[in-house]
């Protein structure tokens, strides 16, 4: 996609960090908004912000794993603006801890948020810009999933959040290789952060146990002592939807993990520690020091 002055972007997580961040960008390209979130009034006030500054904007409280709720998001948008061109299936959470202590409900909750937000995003959405390529040679239509370098690598203590995000890389993979036999107008990426100074916190839906506790301290940590911004990860996510990038990475050191786990699934070799070589060092030491401590 090259073109953005004019054209529709519908973001889902859109009141915080990286969803705020790609409403800055999208707008600042001269984009139309269409903002999804399940906080309320923390979207009426990024909306608000927008209009205030000229931008064509529209918020819409959602839960994105209600499929019913996604559907009306995407009647919203076409109602306002007649037509979606970017999307961004980017609402996520978490929960961490001994993965044999998770609940059902954890289960249930970030399987639906980040996973099933993003079923529905592609289900409903997909389709629209299919039908808009159709009408039009000169459409472009892009999707970005937001998964997370947890979906190429599997951190201890961090099991229910893992699965997803594996989940949504093999979705999105699967859907760069379906747009393909379709169309070249509608691409697709994939973005795998590392760690981002964002409000992102593991939680749990009953009281934590104490791996989850220490998990969520350690996520914390991480995710509020992390150098790279929202801005920059929007700028890296504009970039790659310009050169048609599917994978999009954070976090150049990141990648040395995920390079051991594909030699070690390759060799045969049991899986090392996910965290060597990225500067968390000690991270897993760390996990095994608090939970026997
Ligand atoms: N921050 C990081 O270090 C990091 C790293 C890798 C991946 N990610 C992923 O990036 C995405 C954005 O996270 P962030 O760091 O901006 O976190 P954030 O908590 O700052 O923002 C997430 C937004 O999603 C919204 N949200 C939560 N549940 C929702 C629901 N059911 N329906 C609609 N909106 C909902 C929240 O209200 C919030 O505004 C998530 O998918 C997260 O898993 C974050």
Same mark, same amino acid.
């Given at each position: 996609?090259?073109h953005?002055?004019?054209?529709?972007?519908?973001?889902?997580?859109?009141?915080?960090?990286?969803?705020?961040?790609?409403?800055?960008?999208?707008a @600042? #390209?001269?984009?139309?908004?269409?903002?999804?979130?399940?906080?309320?009034?923390?979207?009426?006030a990024?909306v608000?912000d927008?209009?205030?500054? =000229?931008?064509?904007?529209?918020?819409?409280?959602t839960?994105v794993s209600?499929?019913? &709720?996604? @559907?009306?998001?995407?009647?919203?948008a076409?109602?306002?603006?007649?037509?979606?061109?970017?999307?961004?299936?980017?609402?996520?959470?978490?929960?961490?801890?001994?993965v044999?202590?998770?609940?059902?409900?954890?289960?249930?909750?970030v399987?639906?948020?980040?996973?099933?937000?993003?079923?529905?995003?592609?289900?409903?959405?997909?389709p629209?810009?299919l039908?808009?390529a159709?009408q039009?040679?000169?459409?472009?239509?892009?999707?970005?999933n937001?998964?997370?370098?947890?979906? #190429? #690598?599997n951190a201890?203590?961090?099991?229910?959040?893992s699965v997803s995000?594996?989940?949504?890389?093999?979705?999105s993979?699967?859907?760069?290789? $379906?747009?393909?036999?379709?169309?070249?107008q509608?691409?697709?990426s994939?973005?795998?952060?590392?760690?981002? *100074?964002? =409000?992102f @916190?593991? !939680?749990?839906t009953?009281?934590?146990t104490?791996? &989850? &506790?220490?998990? &969520?301290? @350690? !996520?914390?940590?991480?995710? =509020?002592?992390?150098?790279?911004? *929202?801005?920059?990860?929007?700028?890296?996510?504009? $970039?790659a939807?310009? $050169?048609?990038?599917?994978?999009?990475? !954070?976090?150049?050191?990141a990648?040395?993990?995920?390079? *051991?786990?594909f030699?070690?699934?390759?060799?045969?070799?049991?899986?090392?520690?996910?965290?060597a070589?990225?500067?968390?060092?000690?991270?897993?030491?760390? #996990?095994?020091?608090?939970?026997?401590?």
């Open positions: 996609m090259k953005f002055d004019q054209r529709v972007a519908v973001i889902t997580g859109a009141a915080a960090g990286f969803g705020k961040a790609f409403a800055d960008m999208g @600042q #390209l001269g984009m139309k908004l269409v903002l999804a979130d399940i906080q309320g009034e923390a979207l009426d990024v608000a927008f209009n205030a500054r =000229g931008v064509q904007a529209i918020g819409l409280r839960d209600r499929s019913e &709720q996604v @559907q009306a998001l995407a009647d919203a076409m109602a306002r603006f007649g037509r979606v061109d970017l999307l961004f299936n980017n609402a996520g959470v978490g929960a961490g801890g001994l044999w202590e998770n609940s059902e409900q954890d289960w249930d909750w399987l639906g948020v980040n996973l099933h937000s993003v079923i529905h995003g592609v289900r409903i959405f997909t629209l810009m039908a808009a159709a039009d040679p000169g459409y472009e239509g892009h999707i970005v937001t998964a997370s370098m947890s979906g #190429l #690598l201890p203590a961090m099991g229910v959040y995000k594996h989940a949504v890389v093999s979705l993979e699967t859907l760069h290789h $379906d747009l393909g036999l379709v169309t070249e509608v691409r697709c994939v973005l795998c952060p590392y760690f981002v *100074a964002t =409000g @916190q593991l !939680s749990n009953a009281p934590p104490r791996s &989850q &506790q220490i998990a &969520q301290a @350690q !996520s914390g940590k991480a995710v =509020g002592s992390a150098k790279v911004s *929202a801005a920059q990860i929007a700028q890296l996510t504009f $970039d939807i310009r $050169d048609q990038s599917f994978y999009i990475y !954070s976090h150049p050191e990648m040395a993990p995920v390079q *051991a786990r030699e070690a699934i390759m060799n045969r070799r049991n899986p090392g520690d996910p965290f070589g990225t500067g968390v060092t000690g991270g897993r030491q760390k #996990l095994i020091d608090a939970l026997r401590g």
